[in-house]
């Protein structure tokens, strides 16, 4: 089975720009996760994906927003580039939990991340 | 507000000692504690889980211990081999939703 895709891998914008980035989840997974990774801050979850509905947000201001589609790829968008957005964005995808409600383990796999560099 | 808090300074071991990582965490009453490895640039892999109802969990050379009462989860390498080196991340949360420590690097020398 290929694993999580994520693309680009590397991305260079400047301030004031916006960017999309692109997840490819493994075949069969209907959870997406984005999360933002800093030296600084650590892992930081954005935002869950489910079925094409956003069913879970982290405390990240609405320039980060992100979608679903049907086949259950997802993109995730930052609008207005600041400096402090540089970071590594990676994705992480994962079976349907639903059926086992919120304490059921669906284990998350982590696609290579996206490298993105604010100038 | 929760927390989880993980060691920042780098774990120097040597080949074949046992490392073991502490996860601390406030705020949570977690059904579940999770350990995932990282290497440079590249995303984390899930190694572990542990439930709060068990105690003890063992993979390999690897264990865990998950206590309630601390609020803390210990991870242990045994016999560790360079190739063991990287960053290790406890992580907390359901549905989706995880919240990760800042992880700990582990260097493991010959």
């Known amino acids: 089975k290929a694993g999580v895709t994520q693309t680009p891998r590397y991305l260079i914008k400047t301030r004031g720009q916006q960017v999309t980035l692109s997840c490819s989840p493994i075949?069969?997974?209907?959870?997406v996760s984005w999360y933002q990774q800093t030296p600084g801050q650590g892992l930081q979850f954005l935002f869950e994906?489910?079925?094409?509905?956003?069913?879970n947000k982290g405390n990240f201001p609405g320039r980060f927003s992100g979608r679903q589609f049907s086949n259950s790829r997802s993109e995730m968008n930052v609008s207005t580039l600041e400096l402090g957005d540089s970071a590594l964005y990676l994705c992480?995808?994962?079976?349907?939990?639903?059926?086992?409600?919120?304490?059921?383990?669906?284990?998350?796999?982590f696609g290579p991340g996206t490298r993105l560099t604010v100038l | 507000s929760q927390k989880i808090e993980q060691n920042s300074e780098a774990l120097n071991i040597q080949e074949g000692k046992t490392a073991t990582l502490t996860c601390n965490y406030t705020n949570y009453s977690p059904a579940y504690l999770q350990w995932y490895r990282q290497d440079p640039g590249r995303g984390p892999v899930f190694l572990l889980l542990?439930?709060?109802?068990?105690k003890e969990k063992r993979k390999e050379r690897l264990k865990v211990t998950f206590d309630t009462t601390l609020k803390q989860s210990l991870f242990h390498i045994t016999a560790s081999q360079p190739a063991d080196s990287a960053t290790y991340l406890c992580?907390?949360?359901?549905?989706?939703?995880?919240?990760f420590g800042a992880g700990t690097q582990v260097v493991v020398t010959p």
């Open positions: 992580a907390l949360g359901e549905w989706g939703k995880f919240q």
């Open positions: 075949s069969g997974h209907r959870s």
């Open positions: 992480a995808s994962s079976l349907d939990g639903l059926a086992g409600g919120p304490f059921f383990f669906n284990e998350q796999f």
């Open positions: 994906y489910f079925s094409e509905t956003q069913r």
């Open positions: 542990i439930r709060e109802n068990e």
